[in-house]
């Protein structure tokens, strides 16, 4: 959608973030009436210094002057200093508090959203775009409405001075508007170009680097940097479009500035040559500054109209994502202050795509303190079980109970301390194993956590490591094995003392040992809590109270390991089966 050249809603918008901090808001602009003040007085004050004391030879009179001129522009620049602090200051208040409200609206988002967003896209709203906010208060609004000020206060001063000599300025003016218009219309179209050039450079590179191990072992290098090449292109021809436009419109605005000026000095020589009375000397020296006091702003309004047109351009994105409602509905008032356990999945449908069924009607019943196993062929949709017990989704139709009661009836954060989950892609951040154990939950000590390592066998392994608990993994935890990632998410789920489990294939990609040792913390964190595994090993879940078998959407089996194995052609005896073959034929 094409972009307005200045969206009144959206500026309306963001001065609505300028109330907490009114006063800075109103201070900046009594400093910016008080910069056009000072800089209008003086060529003014220098007019009358030649007129009435040079021209004269007033030597007190002149020295009077000078000290007077000194002061106004000590004046001058102490308005000037406080302008663009102020300035400055309130832009980078107002960016924070977006940013920080924009982050905070992410966080609600369904993982719908985030299914079909690209990272890289919300990472440039949230840094670099918001950042462009901040220059419609220090670079744009401001600096225009001083500009403005400073050309109105100029004009009257010109005026009051010399009509004649203001008129030959007044016709000129015109004629830079006009340049003027044409520049920011072009510049307007051209910035959101370069928004959206960036917004898909950063989303092209921080796939490519989260992905690099798949672009090298496919030897994809080569077709990678040719794509960023032609991406890069792209980026580059925006910009050039800006410096092109800039190039063409700075001289232009400078000749007319020029001749202007020439055709000051023109009219009031010959005026006082032949003894024209409303002509001094006076007025030409104060016309040489007021003329750049004049055009100076009106070509550089076009500039910060440009910086403001971007900041627009970068709130209009933002303000799109905080005008998003995608988040699962926050309405249940049930605050359940720990689970029983008892689930009940009646009669549940769930689609991802509308029309495309993942979950097809299934019923299902796990008892407190139960463990589960939910086994299947990859798509037969056990994964999104998890999902929606967790409501990251939204089911279609049916109903998922937790002891009882509809799981929408209870408030979100109440089902979600109450879960524990441990996936087969363990996610940890660049922090410490400690941090990535606790998230920072201040209530979680460090003793605590060395404790419960210890019940579960993960404490020698993470004292093995070079600063042990302070030992920072890395982004994603890379300075750790797989096998060594599920083990911290073993302890991290064990640390939040969840009343239901979830294993999503946990066991599907590690080492012998550590399985064994993630076997031993499995059996001392399932204790007592309702645990939920979905499987890929079957030899892994023999021991489960419930195997339940899904295929394509649908619960096909229910029962015990033997039970199950007992059915002539059935779905989990040909699963274990072709298992046991492939497993055998390793060996």
């Known amino acids: 959608m094409k972009a307005k050249a200045f969206d009144t809603l959206v500026f309306k918008r963001i001065l609505k973030y300028t109330k907490p901090y009114q006063w800075r808001f109103n201070s900046v602009i009594f400093f910016a009436i008080s910069l056009s003040v000072f800089a209008a007085l003086r060529p003014y004050l220098l007019k009358q210094t030649v007129d009435g004391y040079i021209k004269t030879h007033d030597a007190h009179g002149l020295l009077f002057y000078i000290i007077l001129m000194g002061i106004v522009l000590l004046a001058e620049v102490f308005s000037q200093f406080y302008f663009v602090l102020w300035a400055n200051w309130l832009g980078q208040d107002i960016v924070k508090d977006i940013r920080v409200k924009l982050f905070q609206h992410m966080l609600s988002f369904k993982m719908k959203y985030y299914d079909n967003a690209p990272v890289g896209q919300l990472v440039t709203r949230s840094v670099s775009d918001i950042e462009q906010i901040a220059k419609i208060f220090s670079q744009g609004l ?77 030897n994809r290098e080569d077709i990678e940097a040719e794509k960023f090449s032609e991406i ?74 440009n910086e403001m047109q971007m900041g627009m351009i970068a709130a209009n994105r933002v303000f799109d994502i905080l005008d998003t409602q995608d988040q699962i509905q926050d309405t249940g008032t049930i605050e359940a202050p720990k689970f029983e356990g008892k689930i009940q999945f009646k009669n549940v449908h769930f689609s991802y795509i509308e029309g495309e069924a993942i979950i097809k009607g299934i019923d299902l019943d796990v008892n407190a303190g139960e463990t589960i196993a939910i086994v299947g062929a990859t798509g037969a949709g056990k994964s999104t079980i998890i999902n929606l017990l967790n409501r990251f989704y939204e089911i279609d139709g049916g109903t998922i109970c937790i002891d009882g009661n509809s799981i929408k009836d209870y408030s979100l954060s109440s089902i979600r301390k109450q879960i524990a989950v441990v996936l087969q892609d363990v996610f940890l951040f660049a922090d410490t194993i400690l941090n990535n154990i606790t998230l920072h939950n201040p209530e979680i000590s460090r003793e605590a956590v060395i404790t419960a390592a210890k019940k579960i066998g993960v404490h020698e392994f993470i004292m093995s490591l070079p600063e042990n608990y302070d030992y920072n993994v890395k982004e994603r935890g890379v300075m750790l094995s797989s096998g060594q990632r599920q083990l911290i998410a073993f302890l991290r789920a064990y640390m939040s003392d969840p009343s239901i489990l979830i294993l999503d294939e946990a066991t599907s990609s590690i080492d012998t040992h550590s399985e064994e040792l993630i076997q031993k913390a499995t059996e001392r964190i399932t204790e007592g809590r309702t645990s939920i595994v979905i499987a890929h090993r079957l030899a892994t879940i023999v021991n489960a109270d419930k195997i339940v078998v899904m295929d394509k959407g649908w619960i096909v089996e229910q029962g015990s390991h033997l039970g199950l194995l007992g059915k002539e052609n059935g779905f989990y005896k040909k699963l274990y089966d072709s298992q046991f073959v492939v497993e055998e034929s390793l060996e």
Do not use: C
């Not at 403005?148 to 001063?157: N, S």
């Not at 910009?239 to 009219?267: E, Q």
């Not at 009375?277 to 004049?294: K, Q, R, V």
């Open 142 to 218: 401001f600096m225009i409405l001083s500009d403005l000020m400073k050309m109105f206060v100029v004009l009257i001063f010109m005026f009051y001075m010399n009509w004649r000599l203001t008129w030959i300025v007044i016709v000129a003016m015109p004629i830079l508007v006009f340049f003027t218009r044409i520049f920011q219309r072009k510049m307007q179209l051209a910035f959101e170009d370069v928004r959206n050039q960036v917004a898909n450079m950063n989303t092209f590179v921080q796939e490519r680097v989260t992905g690099m191990k798949i672009v090298q072992l496919f």
């Open 232 to 305: 890069n292109d792209k980026h580059r021809k925006a910009w050039v479009k800006t410096i092109l436009y800039n190039s063409i419109f700075f001289p232009i605005a400078d000749i007319i500035s020029s001749l202007t000026l020439g055709f000051v000095v023109l009219y009031g020589g010959i005026s006082i040559l032949h003894g024209d009375h409303f002509t001094t000397f006076g007025d030409l020296f104060s016309y040489t500054m007021f003329i750049g006091m004049l055009f100076n702003p009106l070509r550089q309004i076009a500039d910060k109209f």
